[in-house]
């Protein structure tokens, strides 16, 4: 191990051996690929990089030396069709190992990798396309939505479609390319401040929003790894997620391979808790990242069926995390659930980090790395106790340049030199953070502002519930009322009389005014390809019935 992140960063300490300052440095011409993954490779080109394993296709495993070897080779291959710095290139690869070196050679070359889940429907891939002005799609061929970027009409900017995993008329054939292009590969000029890395981001209306990062970006997710995941160089790290989120770079890439640790891939096509355990205990995996949805739903199938002591440490992020989760999981592995908050706007700005006492329920206490702040409607900080919103000071590392091509929305989400996220928090006494709420999903209803984490955390307390989400629904007297949306574990009935009992045990959990005065029962929630329970897709419905009648 050659420590390579100590080159980017200095650290100092309180007495209680707790990160007390973060400061990254770099030089002007940072580039992840260069300077990460090829140092590694050169210099211990032996170490692994990736465990890759799928429910079809068995297990692969890549060393630094095989990353750079095939990043360069994929490099010279889109370089050879006219793709070089600044330009957009669209990635759609679900779980594939290409995702890997495919994201690397992007950044050698200085061009605009642009991560997308493979959900997207044609009129999604003409909107990204054309909103981008993307100049490559590179697709796989495990899914229809190849056939929507075939469908894809009138797109002057698209010039390549290229095809992963299989040949077919009207695409370029990726294997065959990358396979034909040379191993050598000169370094391109890039810079540390210009832009490799894009997101699109939905909101609740509109089109989605084009999140883009710098070069740094990569680097800000030291903390990452390296204080939250706590990843060794020897140990291999599971965050479960498409490579369509920006979880997957948080947590299967940048930092990680900065901290010189594998990371584990898992290719499946349904989430089966079973399975994931499995793996976990297969491949010895050493830390693991999750939604808190996932942690239930790996306590519900049975935990004390595997063996899971070669994990060290685990974390959550995505949604806040329900106590008894926490509770059940720690009892169960001896671990606690370190949780961790951020954006697609940002890396890691507030956690439960390394040796750091868990609140359960907390989301933690601001990162070093960031200046972070709760304030109200005016700006003004918010003493404990007092909700308000989380701001981010915009001048380090690791928060967006800006939403690509819209000033408008840019100057909204970054003013007065602050990142403002739009979630609703409060501060206990101690410094720790508690997660309220996204501004749109608090419910108003009466005069009353409520939570819904606070009432889903009294739900998941009743024994027939296994998963939930809390919504507001329009309501001409109230304003807004409280509905549940309820998944039943096995062996209970959605019957009128288990609505009742559920509201009548809500009202005793948490403030009579806010239990569910409707409820719900379905076979499954909406998520999104993290596994994140998406409440906007509900209200959204609930919205659309409400003008019907």
Known sequence: MRNINERYVTETYDEDGLLKTFDLHYPENYNFGYDIVDDIAVNDPNRLAMIWDSENEGERRFTFADIKRLSDKTANY?????????????????????????????????AVAIPATYMLTKHDVEYRVRAAEIKAVICTNQTPVS???????????????????????????????????????????????????????????????????????????????????????????FTVSDTGWGKAVWGKLYGQWIMESAVFVYQYEKFVPDDIMNMIEKHKITSLCCP?????????????????SSLKHCNIAGEA????????????????????????????????????????????????QFTVDIVD??????????????????????????????????????????????????????????YVGRNDDIIKSSGYRISPFEIESALLLHPSVLECAVTG???????????????????????????????NFTKKETAPYKYPRIVEFVKELPKSISGKIKRVNIRNADIEASKKE
């Not at 609740?204 to 390296?226: D, E």
């Not at 001896?334 to 868990?358: D, H, K, N």
């Not at 800006?402 to 929305?409: F, I, L, S």
Request: hydrophobic share 35%; proline share 5%; glycine share 10%.
């Open 292 to 308: 808190p949805t996932m942690f239930r739903l790996y306590i519900n199938a049975g935990v004390e069926k595997h063996d899971l």
């Open 147 to 237: 056939h929507a970027v075939e469908a894809a009409e009138d797109i002057p900017s698209l010039k390549h479609r290229i095809l992963v995993g299989e040949s077919r008329d009207g695409w370029l054939d990726f294997e065959k390319g990358v396979e034909e292009a040379s191993e050598e590969f000169e370094r391109r000029d890039t810079k540390a401040e210009e832009p490799m890395l894009m997101y699109f981001t939905s909101g609740t209306s509109g089109n989605p929003k084009m999140v883009i990062h710098r070069h740094t970006y990569s680097l800000a997710h030291m903390m990452t790894a390296k204080h939250w995941h706590c990843v060794v160089p020897d140990g291999i790290h």
């Open 321 to 368: 995390l329900n106590p008894d989760t926490f509770e059940i999981w720690r009892k169960a592995t001896g671990l606690t659930l370190m949780e961790g908050y951020g954006q697609t706007e940002t890396t890691l700005t507030i956690a439960t980090l390394r040796g750091m006492t868990p609140k359960p329920g907390s989301m933690g206490k601001p990162s070093p």
């Open 78 to 110: 889109l370089s050879s069709l006219g793709i070089g710095k600044g330009d957009m290139v669209l990635l759609i690869l679900k779980q594939r190992y290409q995702f890997w070196y495919t994201m690397v050679a992007l950044h050698k070359l200085g």
């Open 377 to 434: 409607d005016k700006g003004n900080s918010c003493p404990p106790g007092v909700n308000g919103e989380i701001v981010v000071k915009a001048d380090a590392p690791g928060i967006m340049i800006g939403y690509y091509k819209d000033e408008e929305k840019t100057a909204v989400t970054l003013r007065g030199g602050w990142h403002h996220t739009g979630d609703v928090a409060w501060k206990d006494e101690d410094g720790y953070f508690w």
């Open 473 to 503: 629904v329009p309501d001409p007297v109230r304003g807004q009322v409280v509905k549940a949306t309820i998944v039943l574990k096995d062996g209970y009935d959605g019957t009128d009389e288990l609505k009742k009992e559920i509201q």
